[in-house]
């Protein structure tokens, strides 16, 4: 029994130094300025992988002005929602590097609202490219008028991200290495650039 009980203090104490040393202190190395690093640079590889799907999206859009037709509305069609479900994906990408980085001490309420805010986009980024995929490219007629509900939405949607992100209390009064987040969130920017 002793040796039972010495046994399961020794593991109390080791768990309890493993925790330690892995919990809180990892908790406190993340910097503002090291967060802002890391979610930036995910912003930056996120914008990168949107190269191709936005070449993609012209091209179709080229052709369909050269020859329109069903096939090359069909074209435009697919690639904006190739693009659209791509922003699903860079969204994912840094939130990825968020929940990897960790938030720091000091600004946990500023990484919460943050999230969110990226959760809100990938939720509108999803159900817009269901939209994006319903219109119909049958007519010249139908095409025209879904694929310019898809980009009113779009705009609408964008609009809608950067005012929250403007009226959110946690956007307020962050430290300065958040900032070009900040402005990336409430701007028409697309890299965490200083306003």
Known sequence: MRRFLGLTTTLACSAALLLGAIGPASAQAVTPASFAKQV???VATANQSGKAPSAALKAAAQAYK?????TTATGVRDAMTQAIQNLDQQLSTVLTAIQQNGA???ATAFVG???S????QRTAAEQLAQHSAAVDTT?????????QQVLDETKTIAAQARASAKADPAF???ARPLQPIVHL???KADTCTKG
């Open 40 to 42: 930036c640079t995910a």
């Open 66 to 70: 050269a020859s329109p037709s069903a």
């Open 104 to 106: 720091p001490a000091s």
């Open 113 to 115: 609202a943050l999230t």
């Open 117 to 120: 805010n990226l959760e809100s």
């Open 139 to 147: 007519t010249p007629s139908a095409f025209a008028t879904g694929f």
């Open 172 to 174: 307020l009064h962050v």
């Open 185 to 187: 969130l409430t701007t």
